[in-house]
């Protein structure tokens, strides 16, 4: 079993380290679905009209628009690898919403301005951009909610440890989360 401590240092700055992955994100996620989508015959007939129109707005980038991401990347990962040497552990929410139904792709909105389908997916990305290990778990806030998820982000290679607080977590606080209808 592994001990967690949380430090909470007053006057610390809010975190925005993985904020320009937010810029570059729609580059590279794009241009990924292209690249896919074009390695497979008719692929644009067989997904879904998001995944299509996706991977035509991924194919519109440029090689320097790419290449750019690329080296944002790069930046960003130099900072990462400085914080981890300050903590084993990176905690976030996993979603920018609070539930909504399983029913609904998405959340309509957030803090009562409209988002569109990837506008609760702010808090992931980074952790896929970088190439870092990362879990999202479930928790409940109160009793009869419907369970949030948080995700712990390690280090690069520190995959065993990330696995291992994340076996803990689940054997002490692991419930049967009730599938969330509404």
């Known amino acids: 079993m592994h001990t967690i401590a949380v430090l909470a240092l007053p006057g ?4 925005d ?3 320009p992955i937010g810029a570059i994100w729609p580059v590279i996620s794009a241009t990924g679905v292209a690249w ?9 007939e067989k997904v879904g009209p998001a995944l299509a129109e996706m991977a035509r707005a991924g194919a519109s980038y440029s090689a320097a628009d790419y290449l750019g991401s690329l080296d944002a990347i790069g930046i960003v990962k130099t900072e990462f690898d400085a914080l981890f040497t300050q903590i084993d552990l990176l905690l976030t929410p ?3 919403a609070m539930p909504w139904p399983a029913i609904e792709t998405h959340p309509p909105e957030i803090a009562g301005r409209p ?4 506008g609760h997916a702010v808090f992931t990305p980074f952790a896929n951009a970088l190439g870092l290990p990362a879990i999202s778990l ?6 009869n909610d419907m369970p949030i998820g948080f995700q ?12 291992a607080l994340a076996c803990d977590y689940e054997r002490e606080f692991g419930q049967d989360f009730a599938w969330p209808l509404n």
């Open 12 to 15: 610390v700055v809010p975190f």
């Open 17 to 19: 380290l993985a904020t």
């Open 36 to 44: 896919l989508l074009s390695k497979h015959q008719d692929a644009e």
């Open 94 to 96: 996993t979603t920018a």
């Open 115 to 118: 988002v569109g389908p990837r």
């Open 138 to 143: 479930p928790c409940r806030v109160r009793p």
């Open 152 to 163: 712990l982000c390690a280090a690069e290679g520190q995959d065993a440890l990330l696995l």
